[in-house]
């Protein structure tokens, strides 16, 4: 199995505060990783810092033999834009524009002709169950559909690795089902690796392994 992501002894302070206290984890292709602990355990900083959306104040970091906290801003940007997928815990979104946009901005901009770019938006809003959605415009979505937009454009540009902070935290049971059958199927077709915060039991039973932190660390 091909290992994406290897942290080790990951520490994060906020001013006196240990929020994050020497977790070690890796992450293989094809695998989802479910990251459950009650509220304040360190669970989204984990994420920024396996994200590098913020640096962490110790611990070792890398991807396929490649020290990830050794590069610069500009590198580290880089990566993070080819490697990763993000559905963080409020869904950034251009509000004033439709669903379609919202899903095809990312695909121009990575230079996908129109015609593709069309193929892989139906697919993606038939994955979560919003193809009627799509002239939509983005900020007059229910929470739940927004979700599932930031969702599918997490996978829009096929990363290595998603990064999802409760991403079905807004969604109903069947939805939540259709959701995580999205995300191992994108396990399976594209090895896709997949950290997911969640505190629910059902979408931690889609994943491989559950790493439950307590205090910022790992207790299981
Ligand atoms: N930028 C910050 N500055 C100061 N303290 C922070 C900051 N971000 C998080 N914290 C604190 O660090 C702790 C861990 O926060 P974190 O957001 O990682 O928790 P979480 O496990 O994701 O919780 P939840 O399940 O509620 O989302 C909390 O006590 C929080 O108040
Ligand atoms: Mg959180």
Do not use: W
């Not at 009627?132 to 007059?140: F, H, I």
């Not at 969702?151 to 995580?180: C, F, H, I, W």
């Not at 629910?200 to 205090?215: E, G, H, M, N, W």
């Amino acid at each position: 199995m091909d290992i994406l992501l290897t942290a080790h002894n990951l520490q994060k302070n906020y001013g006196d505060y240990q929020a994050v206290r020497g977790v070690s984890l890796t992450l293989e292709a094809g695998r989802m990783l479910a990251l459950m602990g009650p509220s304040g355990c360190g669970k989204s900083s984990l994420l920024l810092i396996l994200g590098l959306l913020q640096p962490p104040d110790g611990g070792e970091y890398t991807s396929q033999g490649q020290n990830l906290l050794a590069l610069d801003h500009r590198q580290q940007a880089l990566f993070r834009q080819a490697f990763f997928g993000f559905v963080m815990q409020s869904c950034a979104m251009f509000s004033y524009s439709t669903v379609e946009e919202n899903l095809e901005f990312p695909l121009i901009y990575a230079g996908m002709p129109r015609k593709q770019r069309q193929l892989r938006i139906a697919e993606l809003l038939d994955s979560v169950n919003l193809s009627d959605k799509a002239q939509a415009r983005s900020n007059l979505l229910s929470g739940g559909e927004q979700q599932r937009v930031a969702a599918a454009r997490a996978l829009v540009n096929r990363p290595k690795v998603l990064l999802a902070d409760e991403p079905t935290g807004q969604l109903d049971s069947e939805n939540t089902k259709r959701l995580m059958n999205y995300f191992r199927k994108a396990c399976s077709e594209i090895a896709l690796g997949a950290v997911i915060v969640t505190h629910d039991p059902s979408v931690a039973d889609y994943c491989d392994v559950i790493y439950r932190l307590k205090d910022g660390q790992v207790v299981n």
